[in-house]
């Protein structure tokens, strides 16, 4: 296993890794809409929030050698599933030809006071 790492992504709030290789997997753990350089959530709404754990998640990827086509799977975690459709219309932004296959979930609540986390799984075989 390879720990991933990259400054242009907000540092882990816990015990865990911004992502991690194993074999031709990339296990990226959840992003939630943190500014990398100051640690704070950015400013706005569920739409402005899914931008910013989109570009955080890409960062990751991007750390490992890897993109959104990469990705084989995601899994988003909102806070209310009321915003199911604008979050969807700005993933539906970063996926490649083929997209993930994908999970939606509403969940209680969200670190920091989140309206959504995202993440995944890249595979970097054919």
Not at 32 to 44: D, F, N, R, S
């Amino acid at each position: 296993m390879e720990k991933i790492e990259t400054a242009k992504a907000p540092a882990a709030i816990g015990p865990y890794s911004q992502a991690v290789r194993a074999g031709d997997y990339l296990f990226c753990s959840g992003q939630i809409p943190l500014i990398p350089e100051t640690g704070e959530m950015v400013a706005g709404g569920v739409v402005e929030q899914t931008r910013q754990v989109l570009d955080n998640l890409m960062q990751v990827l991007a750390a490992a050698g890897a993109d959104f086509g990469s990705v084989v799977k995601t899994t988003i975690y909102l806070a209310d599933l009321a915003d199911f459709v604008t979050v969807n219309e700005i993933y539906a932004e970063y996926c490649a030809e083929v997209a993930p296959a994908r999970a939606t979930v509403q969940v209680a609540a969200l670190p920091k006071g989140a309206r959504v986390e995202i993440d995944a799984v890249a595979c970097f075989g054919k």
